[in-house]
């Protein structure tokens, strides 16, 4: 099993920028699929953006496409994304999710999350 700890979430004001981190340990890191979701209060949790076990090919939402960023490094076991241009209606807690097999934006077919970072975004 893997498990995963999120950093990096905090306070920005809209339009600025913010990067958060996902390490792993456990089980081998660079061979699963890594998807960040997110979750508002009262809201369902929702598919951000994910990345396959090669980095080769990444994937978005349609409402963060062209503002955010995913990327990992294997060598670290630890994915990264990279927020820019925030609105304050992407304010949620982050979830990194990790599950082996192809890519997948369904957050029940995870079977390893961490604990979740907050992010606020001020307008």
């Known amino acids: 099993q893997v498990q995963l700890v999120e950093s990096g979430g905090g306070l920005v004001q809209a339009g600025g920028s913010l990067r958060i981190s996902c390490v792993a340990s456990?089980?081998?890191?660079?061979?699963?699929?890594v998807g960040w979701f997110r979750q508002a209060p009262g809201k369902e949790r929702e598919f951000v953006a994910g990345?396959?076990?090669?980095?080769?090919?990444?994937y978005y939402a349609d409402s963060v496409k062209a503002r955010f960023t995913i990327s990992r490094v294997n060598a670290k076991d630890t994915v990264y994304l990279q927020m820019n241009s925030l609105k304050p209606e992407d304010t949620a807690v982050y979830y990194c999710?990790?599950?082996?097999?192809?890519?997948?934006?369904?957050?029940?077919?995870?079977?390893?999350w961490g604990q979740g970072t907050q992010v606020t975004v001020s307008s």
């Open positions: 990345i396959t076990w090669s980095g080769t090919r990444t």
């Open positions: 456990g089980r081998t890191f660079s061979s699963v699929v």
């Open positions: 999710a990790a599950r082996r097999g192809g890519y997948s934006d369904d957050p029940d077919r995870y079977d390893a």
